[in-house]
């Protein structure tokens, strides 16, 4: 006779358990603040609080910095050559003790100064193969640009601290070093101001941006609209 009553005690404390949680959680639905997806600003979706000069701001209080990494074609060196560059950078980046992040994003491409030169060159060119090979050409690179399949693979290490007093000049610093090390084994890096971010934040964040080199980053607010 013991077990029933046992299991009867069981099942009502966890009957008025599960009660008290479910009104509980009705109390901090119906006192959390009704937010309309349609007025969220856009850097309030992504977080960004504001970006000046090298430095990307966020709204939980950090402070970012980017270092791009310039490609190298690895088919110009020998085997034993690119084993000395990864074991020097390796051996360089081991040193590194604070925590960083690395991207790769791909970068739509622009062809229009090939296009237009290969335009001044058929001009120009009087031979008639040379004027067909040239046309050619210049049709399948038209092709390429209108499919958007032109593109390359962009590298950044990313770097962060939280948002206190005199952190920037760290974070400089910091980006400085690691411009060193890749220095050593000859690879280019170049720290990224103010419009340079911006697009790397649209390259992250916007899959229909299309890369200009002189686009306007002047500060605006767009808003996110959902669907009807």
Known sequence: ML?????????????GGALIYIKLSKKK???????NPAAVTA???????????????TRDGLIMAYLRVMPISIDLFSKSEKKQIVRQLTANMSSVGYSFQLLAVSRPV????????????????????QKELLRQEILEM???????????????????????????RGLLQKLKYLEGYFLDVGIQTEILEQQEIVRLCNL????????LEDSDFSPSIPLLVRDK
């Open 142 to 168: 038209s092709t390429f640009a209108l499919s958007g399949d032109v593109v390359e693979r962009q590298f950044y290490l990313l770097i962060w601290d939280k948002s206190e007093e005199g952190v920037e």
């Open 43 to 57: 850097n309030e979706f992504v977080n960004v609080k504001d970006i000046r000069g090298n430095f990307l701001y």
């Open 3 to 15: 077990l029933p009553v046992i299991m009867l005690c069981v099942c009502a404390l966890l009957g």
């Open 29 to 35: 639905k119906a006192a959390a603040p009704n937010i």
């Open 204 to 211: 992250i964040n916007n899959p229909a941006y299309v890369h």
């Open 110 to 129: 622009d062809i229009s100064p090939l296009l237009s030169e290969l335009s001044d060159t058929l001009t120009n060119c009087g031979d008639v193969k």
